[in-house]
């Protein structure tokens, strides 16, 4: 019989704090209009600074324990995507184990950027259907606004902080059908955030914030996650038809727009949360995933298309039958 990783809890944090486009506007050349229009963002939150990406995760992750009614000490595995670790070492997982007081598991991060709980997803997966893993949970945490140069317009308008959280357990029943990642390290210069810290000589002048050529990014997330749509499909034998919902990486909602009508998709099946998030990196898969399903839209028994695309490049999808 197959073996199935099947989401059995969901959790999802947000920073208190608002931050509006006309806050932002305040500060840089943009206005609330050009952010609407070019990227669908309205606001996003910022994290407080008593606040970690373990923090997040933590909070995130015991509501998706709590939904799975799940004793943490059956969790085999806890993976955190986060490219804002709290420390280099050791790992946020590490430090999100301690916070759960999980004793007798494994723990570690990945760094994919944006793409981070969707390449988190997969090994996940991998580790259940093997047999090697039981329970595992799976976080995304991103403090954006700290690797976010608040004088550039071109990128401080995008990102926003939270945490997202999934809880997998071993099933027969039908769960993740499968997953698709990808890495292209060509792209280095189109979107990279500098370490000064431990930099060469010649880079350690720069600053450690995000840079990015928006627009050359835009053309090339378009054009790859359409093609994830196909490869998706393929693999599964199914048509654009067979899929209920698409969740997105909200890096912009032209980006998304067009994934859906590469699924011929109407927008209303999309879980769409970056008007007031923003883009949370490797937590708004897991956090627009629990949002649908925590308001019900996202029923038992429906197919789920999560897809994301991030720095790299790096790129992937899961087709979920929730
Ligand atoms: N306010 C007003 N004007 C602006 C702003 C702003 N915030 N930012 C740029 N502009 C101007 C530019 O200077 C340019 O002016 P010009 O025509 O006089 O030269 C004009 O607007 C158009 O600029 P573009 O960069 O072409 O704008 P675009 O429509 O591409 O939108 C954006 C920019 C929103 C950044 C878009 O390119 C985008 O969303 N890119 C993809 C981001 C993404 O998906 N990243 C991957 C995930 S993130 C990760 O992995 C960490």
Redesign the pocket.
């Known amino acids: 019989m197959t073996r199935y990783s099947r989401v059995i809890g969901t959790g999802g944090y947000l920073p208190e704090e608002v931050r509006t486009n006309e806050q932002i506007s305040q500060t840089v050349?943009?206005?609330d209009s050009?952010?609407i229009e070019?990227?669908g963002i309205k606001s996003r939150r910022i994290a407080g600074a008593d606040e970690t990406a373990s923090s997040m995760a933590e909070i995130a992750a015991r509501q998706a324990i709590a939904a799975a009614n799940c004793d943490p000490e059956e969790i085999d595995l806890i993976i955190v995507a986060t490219?804002t670790p709290d420390r280099v070492y050791p790992s946020t997982g590490c430090l999100l184990q301690r916070r759960l007081g999980i004793k007798n598991c494994v723990a570690f991060d990945v760094q994919a950027?944006?793409s981070g709980s969707i390449f988190a997803l997969s090994i996940a997966d991998q580790y259940i259907k093997s047999g090697a893993a039981k329970k595992v949970l799976v976080v995304g945490s991103e403090i954006c606004s700290r690797l976010v140069d608040w004088t550039d317009?071109?990128t401080c308008?995008?990102f926003g902080d939270g945490a997202g959280a999934v809880l997998l357990g071993a099933s027969d029943d039908a769960g993740i059908l499968s997953t698709h990642i990808h890495s292209d390290g060509e792209y280095e210069e189109l979107?990279y955030c500098p370490n000064p810290q431990v930099a060469i000589e010649a880079n350690k002048d720069e600053a450690g914030y995000?840079k990015?050529r928006?627009?050359e990014?835009?053309k090339v997330?378009v054009n790859t996650l359409g093609r994830i749509v196909d490869e998706t499909l393929a693999a599964n034998n199914m048509q654009q038809s067979d899929v209920d919902w698409l969740v997105p990486h909200q890096?912009?909602t032209r980006?998304i727009a067009a994934t859906a009508k590469k699924l011929k998709m109407s927008m209303n099946n999309v879980i769409l949360t970056l008007e007031n998030q923003g883009?949370t990196?490797s937590a708004s898969v897991l956090l627009a995933l629990n949002e649908g399903i925590r308001d019900g839209r996202i029923q038992r028994g429906q197919v789920v298309l999560l897809e994301a695309?991030?720095?790299g490049f790096t790129w992937g999808s899961a087709l979920i039958k929730y």
């Open positions: 050349d943009t206005s050009w952010i070019r990227t490219g950027a944006c317009r071109g308008i995008l979107l995000i990015m928006g627009n990014v835009f997330a890096a912009n980006i883009n990196s695309f991030g720095a």
